[in-house]
């Protein structure tokens, strides 16, 4: 299964832009890349996903590099709700699975 | 809608002692999985179910078994717990496979002495 890396932290402060890279340089044709985020003592929730082009939606913006090799999430404006354990999966259409890594934590100073 | 409910909330267990873990969905997916999360860790497949009827093994399936009763109900079986399954579960569903979102429980939290 193709991998992801994440940095371990963050931090941002609140109101500003907020750029969390992720890089999946074995990530093959079919494979998705998926953003969830995980509040503490909560669920994961979903975020974003995309295959090639860059996708918005109300929650946040992916950017993803033209070789596939790299994307970004983007939250536009940082809240202190947003801070938050944010996990890049690859999801692969031969095995049907999400495969999580370690993820990265955000902090957001106020 | 109650999106995905799971119980217990909270279990404690003695090393060999058996228990299911339960979970529901009301948003008529197809597939439903179950994951772990150790402390300070990323998620783990434990096993998934595509579709009614049909169960398939994820990443760590080792001392579990599951049950995908009908299309809204999945459960976890531990037949005989260790304390290495100290963790907590989490259940999801999606309409159809992983390409589409998943919808998380609020997870179980399991302790096995």
């Known amino acids: 299964d193709a991998k992801t890396t994440q940095p371990n932290s963050m931090e941002s402060n609140e109101e500003e832009p907020v750029h969390l890279p992720c890089n999946h340089s074995?990530?093959?044709?079919?494979?998705?890349i998926h953003w969830y985020r995980q509040l503490p003592s909560q669920g994961p929730e979903y975020v974003i996903h995309?295959?090639?082009s860059n996708v918005n939606n109300r929650m946040a913006s992916l950017a993803i590099a033209e070789d596939r090799k790299s994307s970004t999430l983007i939250l536009h404006r940082a809240t202190l709700r947003d801070a938050a354990v944010y996990y890049c999966?690859?999801?692969?259409?031969?095995?049907?699975?999400?495969?999580f890594g370690q993820g990265t934590t955000l902090q957001v100073k106020p | 809608n109650a999106g995905v409910t799971q119980t217990p909330k909270f279990q404690v267990l003695k090393t060999g002692q058996s228990m299911t873990l339960q979970c529901a969905q009301d948003m008529n997916h197809n597939s439903m999985y179950w994951y772990r999360q150790d402390p300070g860790m990323g998620l783990r497949l434990i096993y998934y179910s595509a579709s009614e009827g049909t169960t398939d093994k994820g990443e760590v399936p080792n001392g579990y078994n599951v049950s995908r009763l009908n299309k809204r109900e999945f459960s976890l079986r531990l037949e005989s717990a260790a304390p290495s399954q100290t963790s907590v579960y989490f259940c999801?569903?999606?309409?159809?496979?992983?390409?589409?979102?998943?919808?998380f429980g609020p997870g179980t939290r399991l302790l096995v002495l």
């Open positions: 999801a569903s999606s309409k159809t496979g992983a390409a589409e979102t998943q919808y």
């Open positions: 999966i690859l999801w692969s259409s031969n095995t049907g699975k999400l495969i």
């Open positions: 074995t990530i093959s044709g079919t494979d998705y």
């Open positions: 995309g295959l090639t």
